[in-house]
Each structure stands twice: as structure tokens, then as C-alpha cells.
């Protein structure tokens, strides 16, 4: 398996405008993380999903980020509208169970102008 | 006041030397406690995980110790090389997931 895939890489954009992170979990796992990583705030769980369903959310930070698990291999993490404030390394993580090692994607960095 | 302190905040030692690195938290309820080495521009890599009845797991020349009375965590890590420069991140889940801060440890040769 290739591991957690996160597309794109890098995405910069202008204020206002939607932007939509695409994760792949490896094939088998149940579980689906997406995190933010900033400087100042360090790592912080936004949502996870558990066989396609969000369990938390509660980490989300405002009605603008919303998060989608349409199959098993698949989900987004859509900003409408982007902020500067939004800038940051998005992961993805996946894993089999909940209290199991959870592999990262090698993120999206986002930069919002 | 973050439920997840971490320390140091940065490290720096000689390769071939060991290294202690702390994790302190107050998460309750306690689940599990997670030890991840993140490199510069990648992702977080699982070193270890700890449930509240293990007091200690190795994983290779990383061992974390637990706890759970006194709510202490720590990474030693042994002999240390060059690839071990990196920021070693403690996370603890409860009914939410902590993170930690993060050490920043750099291993010079």
C-alpha cells in the first residue's frame, strides 16, 4: 500500500476563494483523521470519521470547514470561504481502530493571501 | 493551560548520547498516550502507543515509560544518531485528543 494520500501538496489561494483537500486512507482502515498543524497552535484533531461516518467534530473550527466521507477511500476537507487565518499544514490519518497507529499523509500546505 | 506539557521545548546533543524527553499531562479521562517523531516537512510517525496498564514499550532504540498515577509520560531515546533530529510530539486521548507541544531535538555529530 502507498500509505495515506493527501492531494495537493501545496495550494495557494486568495482570500475568499474555496478550497478542497482530497485524502485516500489505506485500504482496510476504518478510522479517517484530518488535523492542522500551525506554529502557534501547534497539531489539533478537526474531525475523524469511523467507517465513513464523522464521530467528532467538535475541532472544526467554524461553519466554513466541512468535512466529507463519501466511500471508504475517499474524503475532503472543503474551506468556503478561505481566510488568511486558514494557512497551515493539513494531515490526513488513517488507521485500523481508534486505539491503533494512525498513519499520517504527508499533508497540504495551505497558503491563504 | 494546555492539558499536554511538554519539555524541553528544544534539545540539542552529541550523537551517540542518550536523551529523556517529558510528557506531563491532566487529560481525564485517560485512554491512551502516543509518542510521534515528526521530521521537518513530513508527517507524524508513530513511535509509541501506551494504554493505562502498560508502564512501558520499546521501540527499537525508543522507549516511552507511563504513568498513569502521577500522569507522566517520557521518550528516552538511546544512543542517538543524526536521523533522530526531529520534533518528538506526546499526545493524549480521552474522551478528545491532547497534543503536546511539541521538543524539537537536534543531534549533532
Known amino acids: 500500500d502507498a500509505g495515506v494520500i493527501q492531494s495537493p501538496r501545496h495550494e495557494v489561494t486568495e482570500m475568499g476563494q474555496e478550497v478542497t483537500l482530497r485524502c485516500k486512507p489505506i485500504?482496510?482502515?476504518?478510522?479517517l483523521f484530518w488535523y492542522r498543524q500551525t506554529m502557534m497552535r501547534g497539531l489539533e484533531l478537526l474531525i475523524y470519521?469511523?467507517?465513513?461516518?464523522?464521530?467528532?467534530d467538535s475541532g472544526m473550527p467554524e461553519d466554513r470547514f466541512s468535512a466529507k466521507m463519501p466511500n471508504a477511500s475517499f474524503s475532503t476537507l472543503k474551506i468556503q470561504p478561505s481566510e488568511p487565518r486558514d494557512s497551515a499544514v493539513y494531515f490526513c490519518?488513517?488507521?485500523?481502530?481508534?486505539?491503533?497507529?494512525?498513519?499520517f499523509g504527508q499533508g497540504t500546505r495551505l497558503t491563504v493571501v | 493551560k494546555n492539558q499536554v506539557e511538554q519539555s524541553p521545548q528544544s534539545l540539542i546533543i552529541l550523537e551517540g548520547k542518550n536523551c529523556t524527553l517529558q510528557c506531563n499531562y491532566t487529560v481525564s479521562p485517560f485512554s491512551n498516550l502516543r509518542w510521534y517523531k515528526q521530521d521537518t516537512g513530513r508527517g507524524p510517525v508513530s513511535l509509541t502507543i501506551?494504554?493505562?496498564?502498560?508502564n512501558t514499550k520499546s521501540n527499537g532504540r525508543y522507549t516511552a515509560t507511563l504513568d498513569a498515577d502521577t500522569k507522566q509520560s517520557s521518550l528516552h531515546i538511546t544512543a542517538s544518531q543524526l536521523s533522530d533530529s526531529a520534533s518528538y510530539i506526546c499526545?493524549?486521548?480521552?474522551?478528545?485528543?491532547?497534543f503536546g507541544a511539541g521538543t524539537r531535538l537536534t543531534v549533532k555529530p
Open positions: 490519518a488513517s488507521s485500523q481502530h481508534r486505539e491503533t497507529e494512525a498513519f
Open positions: 499526545v493524549v486521548s480521552g474522551r478528545g485528543m491532547r
Open positions: 470519521f469511523n467507517n465513513n461516518v464523522p464521530i467528532d
Open positions: 501506551m494504554t493505562f496498564s502498560e
Open positions: 485500504s482496510g482502515h476504518d478510522y
